[in-house]
Nanobody, 123 residues
Framework: QVQLVESGGGLVQAGGSLRLSCAASGSIFRINAMGWYRQTPGKPRELVASIPSGGSINYADSVKGRFTISRDNAKNTVYLQMNSLKPEDTAVYYC?????????????????WGQGTQVTVSS
């Protein structure tokens, strides 16, 4: 089993900053990518940013230049630094992990989600 523990959400005024963290633990053989998604009521969950173990970092167009995703591989932790926040960034933010676990000599793709953390940006 894999656990993703998120922290760092909260209430901030427009123009302010927040930093989200997500620490992964448990039965992980290899992490392929970690990322952040967000969701508002009545809308589908959307990608905010993802950082693969190999390859390019990907950002949603709406956050480019304002948000920065980073990863500490030694701690299996991903961060999302959010600057110049706007009211439209208000959402529940979810951490996502894609990877591989090993069980009795076999390998399985896995995907897990964090519990979500609320980010509210006031105007």
């Amino acid at each position: 089993q894999v656990q993703l523990v998120e922290s760092g959400g909260g209430l901030v005024q427009a123009g302010g900053s927040l930093r989200l963290s997500c620490a992964a633990s448990g039965s992980i053989f290899r992490i392929n990518a970690m990322g952040w998604y967000r969701q508002t009521p009545g809308k589908p969950r959307e990608l905010v940013a993802s950082i693969p173990s190999g390859g390019s970092i990907n950002y949603a167009d709406s956050v480019k230049g304002r948000f920065t995703i980073s990863r500490d591989n030694a701690k299996n932790t991903v961060y999302l630094q959010m600057n110049s926040l706007k009211p439209e960034d208000t959402a529940v933010y979810y951490c996502n992990l894609k990877g591989v676990r090993r069980d009795s000599g076999s390998y399985y793709f896995i995907e897990y989600w964090g519990q979500g953390t609320q980010v509210t940006v006031s105007s």
